[in-house]
């Protein structure tokens, strides 16, 4: 069963930085494709950044290029999110997911498993 839990959320001013964490468990994920999507009130769920948990291709969203930065440390089984310069508008739930395989993961559709989210929250 595989299990995905995040951390790291929180309340930052603008201008400021969080790092999000996702533990991955129940699987070797050296197959699996990686992704940040997040979640505003009242707006559809929406890519942030995703990588292939063996490297290689990563790519990110445009409203987040330059300012976040998607990791992993194999030994930790985590994946990271490291988000400078937040804004306002970057304030959502921040969702892990994982896809089986070597595809493309920048649609909701495409994840085929969730971990339960993460608040964000940026003050101006």
């Known amino acids: 069963q595989v299990q995905l839990v995040e951390s790291g959320g929180g309340l930052v001013q603008a201008g400021g930085s969080l790092r999000l964490s996702c533990v991955a468990s129940?699987?070797?994920?050296?197959?699996?494709?990686m992704a940040w999507f997040r979640q505003a009130p009242g707006k559809e769920r929406e890519f942030v950044a995703t990588?292939?948990?063996?490297?290689?291709?990563?790519l990110y969203a445009d409203s987040v290029k330059g300012r976040f930065t998607i990791s992993r440390d194999n030994a930790k089984n985590t994946v990271y999110l490291q988000m400078n310069s937040l804004k306002p508008e970057d304030t959502a739930v921040y969702y892990c997911?994982?896809?089986?395989?070597?595809?493309?993961?920048?649609?909701?559709?495409?994840?085929?498993?969730w971990g339960q989210g993460t608040q964000v929250t940026v003050s101006s």
């Open positions: 990588m292939r948990w063996s490297g290689g291709i990563i």
């Open positions: 129940g699987r070797t994920f050296s197959s699996y494709v």
């Open positions: 997911a994982a896809q089986v395989g070597f595809g493309r993961l920048s649609r909701p559709e495409e994840a085929d498993y």
